[in-house]
């Protein structure tokens, strides 16, 4: 059977879910939340947030440790438009290969049992 991860995050805070193919059930695996709301970069001139972008390379890092134990097969990406940008940029191409879906919209504060009803997951 394969297994689906779904990630639903923003800039700040990220829950990852597992999706049980049998029953379509989601189970809550993590929440994941950025130490520091904002972190900006260097440059005077960006209103670039330097910390999300470690938030999405953190967040990489742990779905590859993931997918290289054969926690799953399938990924679905749920994030804010900008966040989900930041997050494709960091994942490597074995990883990339994972995803089936993404959704650019920010669902932080949807209730974890009213995402399945929002979330295509192929």
Do not use: I, Y
Request: with cysteine.
């Amino acid at each position: 059977m394969t297994q689906t991860w779904v990630l639903v995050g923003d800039g700040s805070h990220a829950r990852l879910f597992e999706v049980n193919e049998a029953t379509k059930a989601w189970s809550l695996l993590r929440r994941v939340d950025r130490e520091h709301s904002r972190e900006k970069t260097d440059r005077p001139d960006s209103h670039e947030d330097g910390g999300e972008h470690a938030f999405a390379r953190q967040l990489a890092a742990e779905l590859e440790t993931g997918r290289q134990g054969g926690k799953f097969a399938r990924l679905v990406l749920v994030a804010s438009p900008k966040f989900l940008g930041q997050l494709r940029g960091e994942l490597k191409a074995p990883l990339a290969a994972c995803v089936v879906k993404s959704h650019d919209h920010d669902f932080t504060q949807v209730a974890d049992d009213e995402l399945p009803g929002r979330v295509e997951l192929s």
